[in-house]
């Protein structure tokens, strides 16, 4: 009996992964599609007024195509009280904790440059995006839900929109 009650349990589908994609917003072009672990990602980049290297941490808010910044830390004290103007600096380390409140955005867009050398850390991989969308191209970084990631869905290009022979193939889950 027991069994019998635990079946719609034990036969439920897994809830897809998201799926990060970062799109081009000059050409449209899916650019990279990597599934996310609960951690999420950490866009880092160099300070461009006070050097040092700041990382904002996001993660997939569960069940919502939505980004949720929950950590910014930098390697540059100076660096973090520009982000701190509002927030308490807190040493962590041989970094600086801003200790902001959380935020929700559905979708990131971030001007990649040769000054901040934009890169995306994704658990053991780093993704540099100048190669990606070159000096001073926008990019859009947003989630998609596994499967389910396509553009009558959601109204952005997925990974089922990117060119044959792009850098979207590793892991991607659509």
Same mark, same amino acid.
């Given at each position: 009996l027991? @069994?019998? @009650?635990?079946?719609?349990? @034990?036969? &439920?589908?897994a809830a897809p992964r998201p799926i990060l994609v970062a799109t081009d917003l000059d050409t449209g072009r899916v650019l990279l599609c990597r599934p996310l672990a609960a951690d999420g990602f950490t866009l880092a980049f160099d300070h461009s007024m006070y050097g040092g290297e700041v990382r904002e941490r996001f993660v997939p808010v569960t069940g919502r195509a939505t980004l949720r910044r929950v950590e910014t830390t930098t390697a540059n004290a100076a660096a973090a009280e520009y982000y701190a103007y509002t927030a308490p600096v807190?040493? *962590? $380390? &041989? +970094?600086?904790?801003?200790d902001v409140p959380p935020l929700e955005l559905p979708?990131?867009?971030?001007?990649? *440059?040769r000054v901040g050398?934009?890169?995306?850390?994704? $658990?053991?991989?780093?993704l540099d995006l100048l190669p990606l969308v070159g000096d001073g191209g926008p990019?859009?970084?947003?989630?998609?839900?596994?499967?389910? &990631? $396509?553009?009558?869905?959601? $109204? +952005?290009?997925?990974? +089922? *929109?990117a060119p044959a022979g792009s850098p979207v193939a590793a892991g991607e889950a659509t």
């Amino acid at each position: 009996l027991a @069994l019998l @009650l635990a079946w719609p349990i @034990l036969a &439920a589908p897994a809830a897809p992964r998201p799926i990060l994609v970062a799109t081009d917003l000059d050409t449209g072009r899916v650019l990279l599609c990597r599934p996310l672990a609960a951690d999420g990602f950490t866009l880092a980049f160099d300070h461009s007024m006070y050097g040092g290297e700041v990382r904002e941490r996001f993660v997939p808010v569960t069940g919502r195509a939505t980004l949720r910044r929950v950590e910014t830390t930098t390697a540059n004290a100076a660096a973090a009280e520009y982000y701190a103007y509002t927030a308490p600096v807190v040493r *962590d $380390g &041989a +970094r600086f904790r801003v200790d902001v409140p959380p935020l929700e955005l559905p979708e990131l867009v971030v001007r990649v *440059d040769r000054v901040g050398q934009h890169r995306l850390l994704i $658990g053991n991989e780093r993704l540099d995006l100048l190669p990606l969308v070159g000096d001073g191209g926008p990019l859009r970084l947003a989630i998609a839900a596994g499967g389910a &990631a $396509g553009s009558a869905a959601t $109204g +952005r290009p997925s990974c +089922r *929109d990117a060119p044959a022979g792009s850098p979207v193939a590793a892991g991607e889950a659509t």
